[in-house]
């Protein structure tokens, strides 16, 4: 996710997809190239890995999305492009999926890039020994939760080396989402060798790993916040791609960013807040809207967020029109629901997901029937005054967030007692993944795909992105149809969604805040640079005019 942190997409943006910017122009040798091609960019966070089994967060797949390389990548439309793989076939069931790789490719200390690198990369991910975060992801592939239960070895999930460029994945059950989760990192290919031989320490520095994708990366040391990309010039595709080096900074600072930009030392900065509404006249600035989503869970582990009228009435007092217009104000949106707006469509319809799946009084401000509820739940759990945690970390907009949840909350629900608790980003995902801590809390996800049961699952039973600890069995039953009955059947399968979508919302299993956007500040020179809607930039056709 995001994508990733699956909470913490919102690093830069760099996209740049924009009119005039055609891929084929590079190419086709038609521009005027700078003579140094090389691009500064920024990241939010540090980079935690090299890793691509431990990858979650931003800046590590920022990295790893353009040093490695799986079988697709989706471009700016979302549209999947063949990376490694050249073919892929699926059988009448949707059971088996068989891709051919492209001969002759290497790794960047010379050995092939085979089937068999695949198979080992997709084995040592679902290993538990491994403590993959992404591991479920890998569920629909044959014996994968068995080996995730420790109850098989990983060398029986459901894989194989045909030959060095073909392997074959057997699933379980239909999953028509497979190819695109293809192109996350937890399914790129791993080398064996080099795995081995570093044991633990693999990808905690550039010089422990191996990269088969555009670049390699060069001088980061585990902790440091200045490292480079490098053009790879054992890359397969080398032909196409046009930068030298590209300079990474981790900069948190949002006016050290801006300083950084407008003296030409960083090419792209994330804008947020009042500095978004300072620069929108700017000739360099760009904003879209983002497949992201913020939103707070309950702690059904605590007595009162177990109460559906009080998780209702902390909903329904808050205006998300409010917090996007003037806490955010950088092109978020309000949302009509969990799923994001314009993340899919109705099969036969053709109406946006988001409408279909609306319920009312779920995510517009009422106050008059937030404080209903609230006396309500109150009364049911015989008492005047209620204390509530509210955790968020302190990156970005989250802590402006809180405070306006805090202040709504105490002033308009008679009792209320809203405390903030502002923590440093991986302690607060420590305390959602365990549950404990807060009785509610803030947190964000961007699709790693473009797939409805990417978000969705999210809140399924037993998620390990489900900090709230959400539960209810006829969610999962539309999310179980989905996957199985009804997965060969769009509009079925669609419906499904929409089913689980109402009743996670009726629910009230979280309380959804705003939907993102992207925004920030672009060199017009470099080009073709590709916000892509998993949330990354990827450099593999930039380049930089004169």
């Known amino acids: 996710m995001d994508r990733k942190w699956k909470v913490s997409v919102f690093f830069v943006a760099a996209a740049m997809l924009l009119a005039g910017c055609g891929s084929k122009g590079a190419s086709a040798g038609t521009h005027k190239y700078a003579t140094k091609q090389s691009y500064n960019l920024m990241a939010n966070t540090e980079v935690e890995t090299m890793d691509p ?14 040093t490695n390389e799986g079988l697709y990548h989706p471009n700016k439309n979302g549209k999947l492009v063949a990376e490694a793989a050249t073919k892929t076939k699926v059988s009448k069931d949707g059971l088996t999926y068989t891709f051919t790789l492209h001969k002759g490719m290497k790794w960047s200390n010379g050995d092939p890039v085979t089937a068999q690198n695949f198979v080992y990369g997709w084995q040592r991910t679902v290993d538990p020994d491994t403590k993959a975060p992404n591991a479920f992801l890998f569920a629909p592939i ?5 080996i995730m239960n420790d109850k098989k070895s990983a060398k029986t999930l459901g894989v194989k080396a045909v030959n060095k460029t073909t392997f074959k994945v057997t699933l379980s059950k239909p999953a028509p989402y497979l190819k695109q989760m293809t192109a996350l990192p937890a399914f790129f290919p791993q ?40 053009k790879n010039t054992k890359y397969w595709d080398k032909k196409v791609v046009h930068l030298s080096t590209v300079n990474m900074q981790v900069v948190q600072n949002s006016s050290t960013a801006l300083n950084l930009y407008q003296v030409k030392k960083l090419d792209d900065i ?37 109460n559906i009228n009080i998780r209702r009435a902390l909903s329904l007092v808050l205006n998300r029109e409010q917090v996007t217009s003037k806490v955010l104000a950088d092109g978020s949106i309000a949302p009509k629901g ?30 008059k029937l937030a404080k209903k509820y609230w006396a ?27 405070e306006y949840m805090q202040s709504e909350i105490n002033q308009t629900l008679n009792g209320a007692d809203v405390k903030v608790s502002t923590l440093p980003k991986k302690s607060a995902i420590t305390k959602m993944s365990s549950h404990t801590g807060f009785d509610m809390a803030l947190t964000g996800w961007s699709p790693d795909f473009v797939d409805l049961m990417d978000v969705l699952q999210l809140e399924q039973t037993g998620n390990p992105y489900n900090f709230g600890s959400f ?28 089913k689980a979508e109402k009743v996670l919302m009726k629910q009230q299993g979280v309380a959804v805040i705003d939907q993102g956007a992207s925004t920030y500040l672009h060199n017009p020179k470099v080009k073709n640079a590709v916000s892509t809607t998993d949330g990354g930039t990827y450099l593999k056709n930039a380049y930089v005019t004169k």
């Open 191 to 230: 080398d064996k060798k080099v795995v081995e031989k570093y044991g633990k320490s693999y990808g905690t520095t550039s010089a422990k790993t191996v990269y088969n994708g555009p670049f390699v990366q060069e001088g980061w040391t585990g902790s440091n916040l200045t490292w480079k990309m490098k």
């Open 338 to 367: 969990f799923v994001p707006s314009k993340l899919t469509e109705n099969p036969k319809t053709g109406t946006d997901f988001a409408t279909d799946a609306e319920v009312a009084n779920t995510t517009t401000q009422n106050k």
């Open 376 to 402: 309500k739940g109150m009364k049911q759990l015989g008492k005047t005054k209620l204390t509530i945690q509210l955790m968020c970390w302190d990156e970005g907009t989250n802590s402006q967030v809180a």
């Open 270 to 306: 994330s804008l947020s807040g009042e500095q978004a509404t300072q620069e929108k006249s700017n000739k360099d600035f760009y904003s879209s809207l983002a497949n992201s989503m913020t939103y707070a869970v309950y702690n059904f582990k605590n007595q009162a967020m177990q």
């Open 142 to 146: 044959k014996n994968a939760n068995a």
């Open 53 to 66: 089994s431990l990858a979650d967060d931003s800046a590590s797949l920022l990295q790893l999305n353009n």
């Open 471 to 498: 539960s209810n069995k006829t969610f999962d039953k539309y999310m179980k149809a989905a996957i199985t009955t009804d997965a060969n059947d769009s509009q079925a399968r669609y419906d499904d969604y929409v």
